[in-house]
């Protein structure tokens, strides 16, 4: 969280509330206390962790200031821990560029906290102001990029925004002999908040992919994937309209329910490859993702 006054704790920052206006509470602890029952908050206070938005130690008889904001830690829900690491590609010039592995989140929400890109990265690298300027689904693999340094955050981000990265994805599906590559598929992708799944549907298409065949064997085939837009799902929609569907997938053409921990059967997607003139040095850069695609 950029400007809490804590410091991150295991990769991750303080949460934060609001007291709100109107608030009955006399302090600020009989606020939190109301507002969240069962949490120890005496014993955060004991040990100083819990502040105001000033970075100033909240006492037991520190006043209820409606409006203004208190920060603490919160340890998240137990995560089932995913088995596969992060590589490092490269680090310097305030970036630091990964590949990642399938199954990890990229940044922490929901259900995914600790187990995330993001949270590892900021541990393990001791980065507290690393974060990824672009995003890999969970279920895809490869080549992510983030910066360390919150000044050079924009740049990165402006440069996805506009299309200026060369974008290369391999994909494993199925093969249909009626169905001729390479070409170009262009659709309308709308995603709803709060759905898991995205669709397409009729209208100026604001998604567009090529595709090619890179081999076959038998019923499957390796495919060559350059987006032009970065759609949620754009990928795996694409290649589920075209009838072969990327195998693994739980969500394209049918929803498929996961345990949680099950690591097995992953989408067999990756980012392969990130190409770019870098917005602020000029240099030509090329980070390529080592991780491959089981049949």
């Known amino acids: 969280m950029a400007g809490a006054p804590l ?7 303080p949460d934060r509330v609001r007291m709100p206006a109107g608030s009955a509470a006399t302090t600020v602890l009989d606020f939190l206390r109301a507002e969240f029952p069962g949490e120890d908050w ?3 206070i004991a040990v100083g962790e819990l502040v105001d938005e000033h970075g100033r130690a909240v006492g037991e008889l520190s006043r209820c200031q409606p409006t203004r904001f208190v920060y603490f830690y919160r340890e998240p829900p137990l995560e089932p821990a995913v088995p596969f690491e992060v590589e490092v590609l490269y680090r310097g010039d ?4 990964v590949d990642k592995p ?3 989140a990229t940044i922490p929400r929901g259900a995914h906290i600790r187990e995330t890109v993001t949270v590892r990265l900021r541990r393990d690298l001791g980065l507290p102001d ?7 689904d969970r279920m895809t693999a490869g080549v992510l990029l983030c910066t360390a340094d919150r000044a050079l955050r924009r740049p990165y981000q402006q440069m996805f925004e506009r299309q200026q990265v060369r974008k290369v994805y391999e994909a494993v599906a199925g093969f249909r002999e009626d169905v001729a590559f390479p070409r170009v598929v262009r659709s309308r992708i709308v995603k709803e908040h709060g759905q898991p799944t995205a669709r397409e549907v009729v209208g100026e298409p604001n998604a567009e992919t090529t595709v090619e065949v890179i ?4 019923d499957r085939a390796r495919y060559r994937l350059r987006p032009v837009t970065g759609r949620t799902h754009q990928l ?3 290649m589920a309209s075209l009838g072969v569907p990327i195998v693994g997938d739980d969500f394209y053409p049918r929803v498929r329910r996961r345990a949680p921990g099950e690591f097995a059967d992953p989408l067999r997607l990756v980012a392969r490859s990130l190409a770019f003139t870098d917005p602020v040095s000029g240099v030509e850069r090329c980070f390529v993702s080592g991780r491959s695609l089981s049949w």
Do not use: D, I, T
């Open 7 to 13: 410091p991150l704790r295991g990769g991750l920052g």
């Open 42 to 44: 005496a014993g955060r």
């Open 94 to 97: 305030g970036l630091v560029v």
């Open 102 to 104: 399938h199954f990890l």
């Open 130 to 136: 690393l974060v990824p300027v672009h995003r890999l």
């Open 215 to 218: 081999e076959r064997r038998g």
């Open 236 to 238: 795996r929609l694409h």
